[in-house]
C-alpha cells in the first residue's frame, strides 16, 4: 500500500500526541529540512525513510530521548547534532552564553589591547556536545576571538568536532583539546572568560530523571558525593589560568550557591555573583581573577 508523507505526518503526530514534535521526526526521517517537507506532502514515501521513521518510532517507544532520536537539536541559533555519547543541550545552559558575553561585553580592554587591538581568549571547559563554546565562537565577531573548546571525553569530542564543522567561517577561531579541565589547554594561555558546565549532579541524586540517568553519559552528570568534585578543581585552578580581570562563568545546580560563592571567595576570585535560572533556582557562578579591573 502507498502511503504520502502527509498522511505518514499525521499517523505520527496522533502516535507522539503532539504536532510539532511528529513534525520534527517526520522530517528527521525524510532528511528533509522542514519548508522541504511542505513540498513532500503528497509524495509518495519511499521504503528507505519509512524505514527510517520505523526505527526512530521504535527508539522513543523505548523511552530514548527525542533529541537522540532526532539525532539534533536546538541551542541558541545553532542546530547540534547530538547522540549518547554527550549531554543533550538544556535551555538554562543558553543562560550561561549569555552570562559569558555578559562578562565580555562589560569587561574593561587591558592596556596592550588598547595598543595592539584586542583579542579574546575564552575558554568551555568540558565541551559535551560543543553548545556553550561553539555558540560563543558564532556569536562573537569573525576577527580577533579564540575559543577553547575541551573535554576529558574522545567521544565528546568527536561530537563537538561535527558540530564545529557546521558553524562555517568563525570555526577557524575554535581551537579543541583533549584532556581533564585545565590539562585540556596549552601551557601558559590565559583566558579572559573560562566558561564551564561541568557535571554537578551527586553521586546518587534521587532527584535524577529516570530519563536522563538512563541515557545521558554518566561522565557528563555526576560530579561526586555532594556533586562538587569537578566545580572544586575547576574554581581552584581558575585565578592560574584567567587574565588580570578575567572571568569564570559556570553553570552549577539548584542547591550550591552559597557552596560555590564559598569556593569562589576562598580561592580569591572577586565581584562574586550567583544568579538564578528561568525558574528562579541558583544555576550560574560568575567570578573575576581580580577587583582592580
Ligand atoms: N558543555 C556541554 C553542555 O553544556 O551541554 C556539556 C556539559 S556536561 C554537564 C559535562 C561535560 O564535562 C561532559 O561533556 C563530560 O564529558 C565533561 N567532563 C567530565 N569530566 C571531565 C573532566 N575531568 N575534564 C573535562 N571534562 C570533563
Ligand atoms: N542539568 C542537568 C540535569 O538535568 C545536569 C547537568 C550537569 O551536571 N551539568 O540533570
Redesign the pocket.
Known amino acids: 500500500m502507498t502511503v504520502t508523507w502527509r498522511t505518514l505526518l499525521a499517523e505520527t503526530q496522533r502516535a507522539v500526541g503532539g504536532q510539532q514534535v511528529g513534525r520534527w521526526i517526520v522530517e528527521a526521517a525524510s532528511g528533509c529540512p522542514s519548508d522541504e517537507l511542505t513540498t513532500l506532502l503528497d509524495v509518495e514515501v519511499g521504503e528507505r525513510a519509512s524505514a527510517r521513521l520505523d526505527a526512530m518510532m521504535e527508539r522513543l517507544a523505548a523511552g530514548e530521548p527525542l533529541q537522540y532520536v532526532l539525532g539534533s537539536w536546538g541551542?541558541r541559533h545553532l542546530d547540534l547534532a547530538v547522540d549518547p555519547r554527550?549531554?543533550?543541550?538544556?535551555p538554562e545552559?543558553e543562560l550561561?552564553v549569555d552570562a559569558a558575553l555578559d562578562v565580555l561585553a562589560r569587561r574593561p580592554a587591558r592596556r596592550a589591547e588598547r595598543r595592539d587591538g584586542e583579542h579574546l581568549m575564552i575558554a568551555?571547559?568540558?565541551?559535551?556536545?560543543?553548545?556553550?563554546?561553539l555558540a560563543l565562537a558564532s556569536e562573537l565577531p569573525l576577527d580577533g576571538v579564540t575559543v577553547w573548546i575541551?573535554?576529558?571525553?574522545a567521544d565528546?569530542l568527536d561530537v563537538a568536532g561535527a558540530n564545529l564543522a557546521g558553524i562555517g567561517r568563525r570555526a577557524r577561531n575554535v581551537r579543541v583539546g583533549l584532556?581533564?579541565?585545565y590539562?585540556?589547554l596549552e601551557p601558559d594561555l590565559r583566558f579572559d572568560v573560562i566558561v564551564?558546565?561541568?557535571?554537578?549532579v551527586a553521586d546518587g541524586d534521587p532527584d535524577v530523571e529516570a530519563v536522563v540517568r538512563d541515557h545521558e553519559?554518566e561522565?557528563?552528570?555526576f560530579g561526586g558525593p555532594d556533586g562538587l568534585e569537578?566545580i572544586r578543581?575547576i574554581v581552584s585552578g581558575a585565578a592560574e589560568h584567567l587574565r588580570c580581570g578575567g572571568s569564570l562563568v559556570m553553570?552549577i545546580g539548584a542547591t550550591h550557591g552559597r557552596a560555590v560563592a564559598g569556593l569562589l571567595d576562598r580561592a580569591g576570585l572577586v565581584d562574586i555573583d550567583i544568579r538564578p535560572d528561568l525558574s528562579g533556582h541558583d544555576r550560574i557562578a560568575i567570578a573575576r581573577s581580580f577587583a582592580g579591573g
Open positions: 541551542f554527550v549531554l543533550i543541550p538544556r545552559t550561561v568551555d571547559l568540558g565541551t559535551g556536545s560543543g553548545a556553550i563554546g575541551t573535554d576529558v571525553s565528546a584532556g581533564s579541565w590539562d585540556a564551564s558546565n561541568p557535571p554537578y553519559p561522565e557528563a552528570l569537578h578543581t553553570e
